[in-house]
């Protein structure tokens, strides 16, 4: 069998063309992980920042109590009942 130089050709093209597949293959992997640790990230951040809210909520309670308890007595001297909400 004789190879002609249409065929070297040919098997030129499929080695770059397979080789510009494994490239791809391989940006798409590196790309995939880049997006997987990132949306971790966000996601211990996201947690982190409601674990603080959670920990606030009683401040934020006691803090309303004491305005609607001083707001309460000013509202009562004018003639109106206190707005709780």
């Known amino acids: ?3 002609t130089s249409g065929a ?3 098997k030129k093209k499929k ?3 397979f080789r510009l597949l494994s490239v791809l293959g391989t940006l798409a992997s590196v790309g995939a992980i ?4 990132v ?3 966000l996601a211990f951040k996201l947690y982190r920042y409601l674990d603080s809210a959670q920990k606030a909520i009683p401040t934020l309670e006691k803090a309303a ?11 009562q001297e004018k003639g109106r009942p206190a707005k709780t909400r």
Request: net charge positive; hydrophobic share 50%.
């Open 65 to 75: 109590r004491l305005y609607i308890a001083e707001k309460e007595p000013a509202a």
């Open 34 to 37: 880049v997006a997987s640790s």
């Open 8 to 10: 070297i050709a040919m």
């Open 15 to 17: 080695a770059g063309l």
């Open 1 to 3: 069998m004789k190879n």
């Open 39 to 41: 949306t971790g990230l």
